[in-house]
């Protein structure tokens, strides 16, 4: 059984967010006698352009100045998405962050400037051989990772796993966990103009008319969807077992990794902070939670969610923390620690 660590906030009021997530950090170390190394990134979610819902930078604020006034070096760190956006290469989504407030410390895109430096991790589990993780994660052994738990259509929510899972993977990543194939094109859309046969290091590609991937060449690194001028290049967003996968990715970012997670159960939206749309909220504010397992504090989150709307929201996502349980990333049986 594990601990998770909880302070009960309804209010709107971010600077006592702020104030309660350092506490519970406060907490955290010193129930765990957790001692810092002299360079931590915090994992976070800018929020894509257009949403309203995601955790604001000032939520951070109270962290950062404790990590600094203990001689921690703090900075952000995260890895470009998937799909096209406001934070599919690196230039735009540092330029998202600061239009959202990110600026208080040095922000890392994890996997280069369009999602294609990875690391693998060898995991040999049931779905996944060995993950594909941003390649600037390797050189930091501790890590902060902070979470918004919300909805998500094909995970059911997002919290602490996803946040691992997706947040950690590069490009090709998670594309391995949506899909596990090639992206496809869209002949309708394609013009022929090569880019995407210059990006491609293993010539998978070919424009013969339209553009045409070799899914016998291709790596599924989905480079190709960043740099293609027209959106024609394209996510299949098919597969199997993707709610397995996840779980997965999420043993493979946090292995041999020192990890303190803090979760915000506010702002809880139908979908994530990836959509570039204003959303409202679908259940009351709940607080803050924590801990050092990633599946105890979620199925914790979850738990709090489900009984304080008196729906079944996000059960799907069940699923995932069931197999997250069985590979051995943590535990589902946790004990709710109130400290206030």
Same mark, same amino acid.
């Given at each position: 059984?594990?601990?998770?660590?909880?302070?009960?906030?309804?209010?709107?009021?971010?600077?006592?967010?702020?104030?309660?997530?350092?506490?519970?950090? #406060?907490?955290?170390?010193?129930?765990?006698?957790?001692?810092?190394?002299?360079?931590?990134?915090?994992?976070?979610?800018? *929020?894509?352009?257009?949403?309203?819902?995601?955790?604001?930078?000032?939520? /951070?604020?109270?962290?950062?100045?404790?990590?600094?006034? #203990?001689?921690?070096?703090?900075?952000?760190?995260?890895?470009?998405?998937?799909?096209?956006?406001?934070?599919?290469?690196?230039?735009?989504?540092?330029?998202?962050?600061?239009?959202?407030?990110?600026?208080?410390?040095?922000?890392?895109?994890?996997?280069?400037?369009?999602?294609?430096? /990875?690391?693998?991790?060898?995991?040999?589990?049931?779905?996944?051989?060995?993950?594909?993780?941003?390649?600037?994660?390797?050189?930091?052994?501790?890590?902060?990772?902070?979470?918004?738990?919300?909805?998500?259509?094909?995970?059911?929510?997002?919290?602490?796993?996803?946040?691992?899972?997706?947040?950690?993977?590069?490009?090709?990543? #998670?594309?391995?966990?949506?899909?596990?194939?090639?992206?496809?094109?869209?002949?309708?859309?394609?013009?022929?103009?090569?880019?995407?046969?210059?990006?491609?290091?293993?010539?998978?590609?070919?424009?013969?008319?339209?553009?045409?991937?070799?899914?016998? #060449?291709?790596?599924?690194?989905?480079?190709?969807?960043?740099?293609?001028?027209?959106?024609?290049?394209?996510?299949?967003?098919?597969?199997?077992?993707?709610?397995?996968?996840?779980?997965?990715?999420?043993?493979?970012?946090?292995?041999?990794?020192?990890?303190?997670?803090?979760?915000?159960?506010?702002?809880?939206?139908?979908?994530?902070?990836?959509?570039?749309?204003?959303?409202?909220?679908?259940?009351?504010?709940? *607080?803050?939670?924590?801990?050092?397992?990633?599946?105890?504090?979620?199925?914790?989150?979850?738990?709090?969610?489900?009984?304080?709307?008196?729906?079944?929201?996000?059960?799907?996502?069940?699923?995932?923390?069931?197999?997250?349980?069985?590979?051995?990333?943590?535990?589902?049986?946790?004990?709710?620690?109130?400290?206030?």
């Amino acid at each position: 059984m594990s601990k998770v660590y909880f302070i009960k906030n309804t209010e709107s009021d971010y600077n006592k967010l702020g104030n309660d997530a350092l506490e519970l950090l #406060k907490e955290v170390i010193s129930e765990t006698g957790h001692s810092f190394h002299k360079e931590v990134p915090i994992k976070v979610h800018f *929020g894509e352009k257009g949403n309203k819902t995601f955790i604001p930078a000032k939520c /951070y604020d109270n962290i950062i100045n404790f990590l600094k006034e #203990k001689g921690v070096s703090p900075s952000y760190i995260e890895t470009n998405v998937l799909y096209r956006g406001s934070r599919t290469t690196t230039e735009l989504h540092i330029e998202t962050a600061k239009d959202h407030g990110f600026t208080q410390i040095p922000i890392i895109i994890a996997d280069g400037d369009i999602g294609t430096e /990875y690391d693998e991790i060898e995991i040999n589990k049931d779905y996944i051989n060995k993950c594909k993780i941003g390649r600037g994660y390797g050189q930091f052994k501790q890590f902060i990772v902070m979470s918004h738990f919300k909805g998500h259509v094909e995970a059911g929510f997002g919290g602490a796993l996803k946040q691992l899972a997706m947040g950690f993977a590069a490009r090709s990543g #998670k594309l391995e966990q949506h899909s596990g194939i090639s992206p496809v094109v869209n002949a309708e859309k394609c013009i022929s103009c090569g880019i995407c046969v210059n990006k491609c290091d293993f010539s998978a590609i070919e424009t013969p008319d339209t553009a045409v991937i070799d899914e016998s #060449k291709c790596i599924g690194c989905a480079g190709c969807i960043a740099v293609c001028p027209r959106g024609a290049i394209e996510n299949t967003w098919g597969g199997s077992h993707f709610l397995e996968k996840l779980s997965e990715y999420a043993y493979g970012a946090s292995r041999n990794k020192d990890i303190i997670y803090i979760t915000f159960v506010h702002n809880i939206t139908k979908d994530c902070d990836c959509s570039g749309t204003h959303m409202k909220p679908i259940a009351d504010n709940i *607080g803050i939670l924590a801990g050092k397992d990633p599946v105890a504090l979620d199925t914790a989150c979850l738990d709090l969610v489900q009984e304080n709307s008196r729906q079944k929201l996000f059960e799907k996502g069940r699923t995932s923390l069931r197999h997250a349980e069985k590979i051995g990333l943590g535990t589902m049986k946790y004990e709710l620690k109130k400290i206030r």
